[in-house]
């Protein structure tokens, strides 16, 4: 069968045959008098689109080769430090000395909303103290990330729609409370692109599941080559890190026919019915899977690593997906997303004590990845977000314990263009609510895709007959936290 329109819509020459599936007939020939009548109207108005080069395809070889941002960056990387579970605000980066005053005491009517009116005010168990030449306060908890706390910008006056785990880390990672959309890395690889096409362009390094599970870093609508790749870092062998990575059986040159052969069958049904992103994210991902079995193997094994900068990272698995984190940003890698433990480790309910515990696991592998990104010039062209899902109240839960807080809580950023040693923000007197220069997660998401240089408002896919974006129909970039 000749199918003229289909090769002109493909942009192949006119003297090109191509094979249509019965399922592509049906599918074409119901809009196809449609489509002459509006060419038709089109042309007449000058609005039809130049006719492609004749003999050249369309179809993109490599849907994860670079791609220009909207105009020029801040930073190239982001590393993502995900404190699953909840970090406490105002027993970290935003200390509040009135809560020793106001402590056992129901909190006043004039800062509260209805979800903030349960439980006693409870001073911070910790103390804070001013460090560095910005004078930031710094809970007593983070002893080695005070020493860096010029290079840090801490926004307090975050809040976010929903103070359950569930819809706030869907919010936090995805900008919207139910598991339909794309995640913050997924939309950075396809809006930009990755520089290391053997690797991933999306790290997710998590020793378990979080509640939730692979939906926090999935890719949604989006092509499945641009979803994130999660390797569980509870095992830091490179050998089992990321399984069945290489063949046993086959040598290189084997294999690199065989996936020659497959490729070339894949392209062969691609190119028969023009643009087909699922397909092109499933050729892409088969011939990234042939690499990583080399570079990946080398980037994840930490022997490699001189063993005076391990040791300033500290022990425990927090620290070698830090220490990992770096490796895969300094190899090109568009995102590394690291997760505090398994599960909600930072949910403390009962005892917020248990944040010395997290603090004290996570403290100096964090201090350790700003100064080694710092000492090898990564530091301005990579993005470091630290936080959780939402805070945890300013009120006692039981005895000694915080719950949920979604009204107002803090994260931190640090290089990738954000100011170092300043304050964004402010909640209340007690921590209750965010008062000044308030951040919703949508502002938040909107600021990081400015920092790499894309427009929150143009990176958008159409998908079920609408544009999608990553803010949905909102979002502000901080400009005061801009470098």
């Given amino acids: 069968m000749r199918t003229t329109g289909v090769r002109a819509a493909a942009g192949w020459g006119d003297d090109a045959i191509l094979p249509m ?61 995900f404190m699953n579970g909840g970090p406490s605000h105002v027993d970290t980066f935003d200390p509040k000395p009135a809560l020793q005053k106001y402590a056992g005491q129901t909190p006043p009517a004039s800062i509260v909303t209805g979800r903030s009116q349960r439980g006693k005010l409870m001073p911070s168990p910790f103390t804070a103290a001013p460090r560095g030449a910005s004078g930031i306060e710094v809970s007593e908890l983070f002893p080695h990330l005070a020493a860096h706390v010029d290079d840090l910008c801490v926004i307090r006056s975050l809040y976010t729609d929903n103070p359950n785990h569930e819809p706030s880390l869907l919010m936090m990672n995805s900008g919207n409370m139910q598991p339909i959309r794309p995640s913050l890395g997924s939309w950075l690889v396809f809006g930009l692109g990755t520089e290391n096409r053997n690797l991933p362009g999306f790290v997710v390094l998590c020793p378990g599941k979080p509640v939730v599970g692979p939906q926090l870093w999935s890719s949604s609508f989006l092509p499945g080559i641009y979803q994130g790749t999660h390797i569980r870092n509870d095992v830091l062998d490179p050998d089992r890190i990321i399984r069945d990575v290489a063949n046993r059986h086959l040598p290189r040159a084997v294999q690199r026919e065989q996936v020659d052969l497959i490729q070339a069958l894949n392209r062969e049904h691609l190119e028969s019915r023009g643009r087909d992103e699922a397909l092109e994210a499933r050729v892409a991902s088969l011939e990234m899977a042939f690499r990583m079995q080399f570079e990946a193997r080398e980037a994840f094994d930490l022997a490699r690593e001189p063993s005076a900068n391990r040791a300033r990272y500290g022990e425990g698995e927090f620290a070698g997906a830090c220490l990992i984190a770096r490796r895969l940003v300094e190899r090109g890698v568009r995102m590394v997303q690291v997760y505090y433990g398994n599960g909600q480790p930072w949910d403390d309910h009962t005892d917020i004590e248990n944040h010395r515990r997290h603090a004290g696991r996570s403290d100096l592998p964090i201090a350790a990845l700003i100064a080694d990104l710092k000492a090898r010039g990564l530091l301005d062209e990579t993005l470091i977000l630290w936080g959780g899902e939402f805070g945890r109240t300013p009120y006692s839960q039981g005895a000694k314990g915080r719950d949920h807080h979604s009204l107002g809580f803090s994260m931190w950023m640090a290089g990738g263009g954000v100011k170092g040693g300043y304050v964004h923000g402010a909640t209340d007197e007690l921590g209750i609510q965010a008062v000044e220069d308030r951040m919703h997660v949508h502002d938040l998401h909107a600021t990081i895709l400015h920092l790499m240089g894309l427009n929150h408002e143009r990176l958008t896919f159409r998908y079920s007959g609408r544009d999608f974006r990553l803010t949905d129909i909102s979002g502000r970039v901080a400009q005061e936290i801009l470098a």
């Fill in 21 to 81: 599936s019965r399922r592509t007939l049906f599918s074409r020939i119901g809009g196809g008098f449609g489509a002459l009548g509006l060419g038709s109207v089109l042309a007449e108005a000058g609005l039809l689109a130049a006719t492609p080069t004749p003999g050249k395809s369309p179809i993109p070889t490599d849907p994860m080769a670079p791609r220009p941002p909207h105009f020029a960056p801040r930073a190239k990387h982001v590393i993502f430090l």
